[in-house]
């Protein structure tokens, strides 16, 4: 192991991959790793290979095949009223020991790291198989994943799966996210190829495609630009239309945290420039509110974005993304950046930016957002408090163009004096001969 090293890689991609062959298991911080990994290695963050395994039965046939993604959103405590969150990618690397096939009944357990593990339970009935639940267990004791935790015991959370009516000797497929949120952790399973109940050992090449890939396919069209159309140039999608989100600690409460804005997401797409929309009366909100972070999780058919903020005690900041867009068709684009220091404002007060904002996430995903506010900290009686106003908000931001034109006339002037005072030596120069 790098024991030198403070960070572990964070993002499945393909310099990701060899080092994830090495380490066994793959993890951000949300503090510097990732900007460690972009800035040295430069590659982006276009996640097109999965977690596979393969699972025989006792007369060493294939009787369970995953090919799948899964990420983790663990928040941990770390002192009095203060969390840390990390981010883990199930890795390629896993161990499938517990792992069992029955006539009825099936589980595949993919253990990772130290301690760690995600479990899916199957079931058929007459032609059809289902999953009924998905168990994460983490252990708060690996100090690797887990730094300063004042817990050091393995905690658990399950979850209630949508792989419902799966036939037979068919595999489950479904490339768009997934994400449920049990207490302090959010998971995200996307790009999934699942098959349980295998026949004579052979993987089936027939599918059952999950509802959301279905719903996808169809809105997609609306909502991502195509260049193929005009090779030169893409198409300019419309303003998106504003949102207005808010979390509450549960259905009694006010909301915890608040925020307001259209959404517009441009991304590479192999080698296309796209470009799509994020609707808002299509949107499911999740996330959760703590004394140190909050979490703002979008979903959409097509999108899901996570935003993370963080305060030390006088002010707060947007401190990380985590976007998932699910094309028309390929693999699923991921970016993550959790190294920001945006949407700055004191504890008790929102930020505002009405004019268009640009975010480069990563080089290959940029957000764009319009009439944004944000409140992710002490929101009372459901509304905004006082706002901190981006500088092109501002009232000084008229200055900046007044400012370029009085710098411009000055070099302008600066070369007439030049040209006039090279003039009237040259002419001197003349005269003496």
Request: charge should be negative; proline fraction near 3%; hydrophobic fraction near 40%.
């Amino acid at each position: 192991m790098l024991s030198s090293c403070t960070w572990k890689v964070a993002e499945v991609v393909s310099c990701c991959r060899f080092l994830n062959r090495s380490f066994g298991y793959q993890v951000i911080m949300f503090r510097c790793a990732f900007l460690i990994l972009f800035l040295a290695l430069g590659y982006e963050l276009h996640l097109s290979h999965g977690t596979e395994v393969s699972v025989n039965n006792t007369d060493n046939k294939l009787c369970l095949y995953a090919n799948l993604m899964v990420n983790f959103s663990v928040a941990y405590e770390v002192g009095v009223n203060k969390s840390e969150t990390v981010i883990l990618v199930l890795p390629e690397n896993v161990t499938t020991e517990g792992s069992a096939c029955d006539n009825t009944t099936s589980t595949l357990k993919l253990s990772f790291g130290d301690g760690h593990s995600w479990t899916v339970d199957f079931t058929k009935k007459n032609k059809t198989y289902q999953v009924d639940t998905i168990v994460f267990s983490y252990n708060l004791n690996d100090s690797s994943v887990f730094p300063n935790s004042t817990s050091k015991e393995t905690k658990s959370v399950t979850v209630k799966s949508i792989i419902t009516n799966v036939s037979v000797d068919t595999y489950y497929s479904c490339k768009s996210a997934d994400v449920r949120t049990v207490e302090s952790v959010i998971q995200t399973l996307y790009d999934v190829a699942l098959q349980a109940f295998v026949i004579n050992g052979s993987k089936s090449d027939t599918d059952t495609i999950c509802s959301a890939d279905m719903t996808s396919t169809t809105v997609a069209p609306t909502t991502t630009v195509s260049t193929t159309a005009a090779p030169t140039s893409t198409p300019t999608l419309p303003t998106p239309t504003t949102g207005k989100y808010s979390i509450a600690t549960d259905v009694n409460s006010t909301a915890c945290l608040m925020a307001t804005f259209g959404l517009q997401i441009g991304y590479k797409h192999g080698d296309k420039e796209e470009t799509i929309n994020l609707v808002p009366n299509m949107t499911e909100v999740g996330g959760a509110c703590r004394a140190n972070s909050s979490d703002l999780m979008l979903t959409s058919d097509t999108i899901t974005i996570m935003f993370t903020f963080s305060n030390d005690g006088k002010k707060f900041q947007l401190h990380a993304l985590n976007v998932t867009v699910i094309p028309a068709t390929g693999a699923p684009v991921v970016a993550v950046n959790t190294n920001m220091s945006i949407w700055a404002a004191a504890v008790g007060s929102s930020y505002m930016c009405n004019k268009e904002q640009t975010l480069n996430v990563t080089d290959t995903l940029t957000l764009y957002t319009f009439e944004l506010r944000v409140q992710p900290f002490e929101v009372n009686k459901g509304e905004f408090a006082t706002a901190v106003e981006c500088f092109m908000d501002s009232d000084l931001s008229f200055l900046v163009p007044i400012a370029v034109g009085v710098a411009l006339s000055f070099l302008i002037i600066l070369v007439l004096i030049s040209y006039l005072i090279g003039r009237r030596k040259s002419r001197t120069g003349y005269q003496s001969v």
